[in-house]
């Protein structure tokens, strides 16, 4: 399996930024692409983003949109997350990983990165 390692999390302020790396070579076999994903404390996991492995413009979810952006540096084998004007909302667990189709998410989890947002 692909070893991801997360890292870039931080307290910030609403209205702040932080941007979020995730390491690693390779690619998990059958997988469409690499995303972010995040959990808040009692709420289920869900998708955040991701960019494919084959050129498509990066995927958000509506309520990311126009505030985190998301690249990939195939040089440092390294996919980021810009996140922008934050909200106490975002506060979570972001972790990376390789997805299939559909944005599930590989069945592995790395350790994740902490994001506080305060009010």
């Known amino acids: 399996q692909v070893q991801l390692v997360e890292s870039g999390g931080g307290l910030v302020q609403a209205g702040g930024s932080l941007r979020l790396s995730c390491a690693g070579s390779g690619r998990t076999f059958g997988s469409f692409g690499r995303g972010w994903f995040r959990q808040a404390p009692g709420k289920e996991r869900e998708f955040v983003g991701g960019?494919?492995?084959?050129?498509?413009?990066?995927y958000y979810i509506d309520s990311v949109k126009g505030r985190f952006t998301i690249s990939r540096d195939n040089v440092k084998n390294t996919v980021y997350l810009q996140m922008n004007s934050l909200k106490p909302e975002d506060t979570a667990v972001y972790y990376c990983?390789?997805?299939?189709?559909?944005?599930?998410?590989?069945?592995?989890w790395g350790q994740g990165t902490q994001v506080t947002v305060s009010s």
């Open positions: 990983n390789d997805y299939y189709s559909g944005f599930v998410p590989v069945n592995y």
């Open positions: 960019i494919s492995w084959y050129g498509e413009s990066p």
